[in-house]
C-alpha cells in the first residue's frame, strides 16, 4: 500500500474542519423555510365603516291639519334607516336631499335645517341596533310631486364609553303624551321605577328607548336633560322623560321601550 503525502492529509483535514464549520449554518437555513410564519395583526374597522344605511331612503309629506297650516301644504319629512354594527353606541348625524323628477335639487335637510330645530336628522343608536332617522324640512305644496330622496351618513361619533351606575329598575313603561300629541305628530312618555342596590345616593342619567313592531329603534328621551337624578335608597324613585319623544304621524310608531341607565353627564365629559 502506497503511503499518503503528508500534504494531502492536510488537505482532507482542512476540507473536513470547513464541512463541520458550514453544515450547522445550512442546517439553520433550510430550517428557515419552515418555521411557521406569524399571524398577521388584524386591522380594526374605522367605527365610521361599521354604520351604515340599510334602506332606501324616504320623503314624504304629512298634510297640516286645520289651523295648523295653510289647507294646501304640509310638512315634507325625510326618513332613512341606519345599522350600528360596532360594539360602542354611536352619535350619528345625517343629511338628506330631495330631487325632483327632472333631477333638480327640491330641498335638503340636515340637524342644521332651520324647520328642524336641530333635533332630527341625528341619533344615538347601542351596539348592534338599527334606527329610524327623520329630518323635518318644513312646508311644501301637498302637489310637490314624488321626490327621490338619498341620505349620507355626515358624521359618527363613539359617546358613553363608561359603564352606567348600578340601578334596579323595578317597573317601566311608557304612554301617548295627550297634551302635545296633535294630528301631525305623536309624543310619548316613558317612566321608570328605579331603587339603589346598596347604602349610599346613587347619580344617574336614565335613557328610554322607543322601538317598533320590527325592533327598530324609532326614538328616544332623556330623563333629566343635562342634569342628573340622584337616586336615594330609602325610596324607589319615579323618573319620567325631561321631554317627550314626539315623531311624525307618517313614520313607524313605537310598540316598545327599554332602559338604559348611564353615567351622570359630568362623569363622561
Known amino acids: 500500500m502506497m503511503p499518503v503525502p503528508v500534504s494531502s492529509l492536510v488537505r482532507s483535514r482542512a476540507v473536513i474542519r470547513l464541512i463541520r464549520l458550514a453544515v450547522p449554518v445550512v442546517l439553520a437555513t433550510l430550517a428557515i423555510g419552515f418555521v411557521p410564519a406569524m399571524a398577521a395583526t388584524p386591522v380594526a374597522t374605522p367605527l365610521a365603516d361599521l354604520v351604515v344605511t340599510v334602506a332606501t331612503p324616504r320623503a314624504w309629506i304629512v298634510p297640516f291639519a286645520p289651523g295648523y297650516g295653510e289647507p ?61 332617522i327623520t329630518c323635518d324640512s318644513g312646508p311644501v305644496e301637498l302637489d310637490t310631486g314624488d321626490l327621490t330622496a338619498t341620505a349620507r351618513i355626515r358624521d359618527v361619533e363613539p359617546v358613553w364609553t363608561r359603564p352606567g351606575p348600578t340601578l334596579a329598575v323595578e317597573d317601566y313603561g311608557f304612554a301617548l303624551n295627550e297634551d302635545m300629541t296633535d294630528p301631525m305628530v305623536n309624543a310619548y312618555d316613558a317612566f321608570a321605577v328605579v331603587a339603589a342596590t346598596g347604602d349610599e345616593d346613587v347619580a344617574a342619567h336614565l335613557w328610554f328607548l322607543f322601538y317598533d313592531d320590527r325592533g327598530v329603534l324609532v326614538g328616544t328621551c332623556d330623563s333629566s336633560g343635562f342634569s342628573e337624578i340622584v337616586v336615594e335608597p330609602e325610596v324607589a324613585q319615579r323618573v319620567t322623560c325631561w321631554f317627550p319623544m314626539i315623531i311624525d304621524v307618517a313614520s313607524p310608531q313605537p310598540v316598545s321601550v327599554r332602559v338604559v341607565v348611564r353615567p351622570p353627564f359630568s362623569s363622561v365629559l
Open 72 to 132: 294646501d301644504q304640509g310638512r315634507l319629512y325625510f326618513g332613512v334607516e341606519v345599522e350600528n354594527r360596532s360594539v360602542e353606541t354611536v352619535a350619528v348625524e345625517v343629511t338628506f336631499r330631495g330631487y325632483a323628477a327632472d333631477g333638480t335639487i327640491f330641498a335638503d335637510c340636515s340637524r342644521m335645517t332651520p324647520f328642524d330645530l336641530g333635533s332630527g336628522a341625528a341619533a344615538n343608536i347601542p351596539p348592534h341596533e338599527t334606527a329610524w
